[in-house]
C-alpha cells in the first residue's frame, strides 16, 4: 500500500480544495457530486483525502457535512475491467462537469456580476468617476450598483468597501445603501464598509445622516468629520468612536484600520486583498476584538500580526489556503 510521504504533494493539494468546497457548499448536490467523481479516480485520491481530513484534524478543524459519502464509499474494485472503470469515471466526469455548469449559472458570484455596474478583484483598487462628477474609490473584492437621475443619486454597495467622494448637488441628494443601512448626503467624502453583519461608515469630510430599519430596530443619526459609526445589522446597535484623518479608507495606501472589531471581521477584510481562503475554526480565536492597522500589501503578515497577541499563528495548508489557529 502506498504511504502518505508516497502521496502526490499536488494531489493533497487537491483534497485540500476539495475539503473546503465541501465546508463552503454543505448542501450542495452539485458539490456531492464532484467530489464523488474526484474521489473514485484512483486508490491514491482516497488516500490523499484520508491524508487531508488528518491534517484539518491536527489543526482543530471539525470534519465536513458530507464525510459520509466517503466513509462508507466501496473502493473500486481490484478486478474491475478498464472498461468498466472508465465508463464508471467517465460517468463521474461528466456528472460533476454539468453540476460545476449549474453550480456557476446559479452561483452568488454570477448574481452579483448581474447586479453590479462595477467589480473589482481580490486586492484590486479602482477608481470610477460618475456622471455627476463624484469620484467613488473602490476597494478589493467589492461590487457597486449606481443609478443617477435628474432627481435623485442612489449608489447600492452591494459588497466590500468604497470610499465616496460626492459632488455637491442641492437638487439632488446621494444615497449609499450598504445592508439596509442608508448613508444620504449633498456633498461630503465617506467611507462606507458593507461586513458580514454590519455596515461601518468613516466620515472625512462634510456631513451624512445615517439610518438603518431593521425588522425591530430603527436608527437615525449623523456625523460629523472624525467619526465613525458601526451599525450591527442583527440588533440595530450603533458603535460610534473618534477616528484620525489619515486613517479614513486607510485601504487606498494599502493599510487597513479596525477599530474594535472580532478577529473573524479582520479576517474577513483581510480576505478580499488575499487570494487564499481563510478560515478560523476556533471561536475563541475568532470573537477576539482587536483594533490596530495592518498592512495589506503582505496580507499573510497582516494575518500573523492580527492573531499574534492572543497566541495564534497562520498556518499554510495550500498555497490556497491559511488557517489561524491558537494553540
Not at 267 to 279: D, P, W
Request: hydrophobic content about 45%; some cysteine.
Amino acid at each position: 500500500m502506498t504511504q502518505d510521504n508516497q502521496i502526490p504533494p499536488a494531489l493533497l493539494e487537491e483534497a485540500m480544495d476539495r475539503f473546503l468546497e465541501l465546508k463552503a457548499r454543505p448542501n450542495c448536490r452539485e458539490t456531492e457530486a464532484a467530489f464523488q467523481a474526484w474521489l473514485h479516480r484512483s486508490q491514491m485520491h482516497r488516500q490523499a483525502w484520508e491524508q487531508a481530513l488528518k491534517t484539518w484534524r491536527l489543526l482543530g478543524e471539525v470534519p465536513p457535512v458530507h464525510e459520509h459519502l466517503w466513509r462508507g464509499a466501496t473502493p473500486l474494485a481490484a478486478n474491475a475491467s478498464p472498461a468498466g472503470r472508465w465508463r464508471t469515471w467517465s460517468a463521474g466526469v461528466a456528472l460533476a462537469l454539468a453540476a460545476c455548469a449549474v453550480g456557476f449559472l446559479a452561483g452568488p458570484a454570477l448574481i452579483l456580476q448581474w447586479q453590479a455596474d462595477h467589480v473589482t478583484e481580490t486586492a484590486e483598487n479602482r477608481k470610477i468617476a460618475l456622471e455627476d462628477g463624484t469620484i467613488i474609490e473602490m476597494g478589493g473584492g467589492s461590487a457597486v450598483a449606481t443609478e443617477i437621475s435628474a432627481s435623485a443619486r442612489h449608489v447600492r454597495l452591494l459588497k466590500g468597501e468604497a470610499f465616496f467622494d460626492v459632488a455637491h448637488d442641492a437638487s439632488r441628494p446621494f444615497t449609499v445603501d450598504a445592508g439596509g443601512v442608508a448613508v444620504s448626503v449633498l456633498g461630503t467624502a465617506f467611507d462606507v464598509q458593507l461586513a458580514d453583519g454590519e455596515t461601518i461608515v468613516e466620515l472625512a469630510r462634510g456631513t451624512v445622516a445615517v439610518s438603518y430599519s431593521g425588522h425591530n430596530h430603527k436608527e437615525n443619526f449623523e456625523l460629523s468629520p472624525g467619526e465613525m459609526a458601526t451599525v450591527v445589522h442583527g440588533t440595530g446597535e450603533v458603535v460610534r468612536s473618534d477616528i484620525a484623518p489619515e486613517d479614513i479608507a486607510a485601504w487606498r495606501s494599502g493599510k487597513m484600520f479596525v477599530s474594535n472589531v472580532t478577529v473573524a471581521a479582520a479576517a474577513e477584510r483581510l480576505q478580499r486583498y488575499h487570494s487564499a481562503r481563510i478560515t478560523i475554526p476556533q471561536s475563541a480565536l475568532a470573537t477576539q476584538r482587536v483594533t490596530g492597522l495592518y498592512d495589506l500589501k503582505d496580507p499573510d503578515r497582516a494575518l500573523q500580526a492580527l492573531v499574534q497577541p492572543f497566541g495564534g499563528i497562520v498556518r499554510e495548508v495550500t498555497p490556497y489556503g491559511r488557517v489561524l489557529t491558537q494553540f
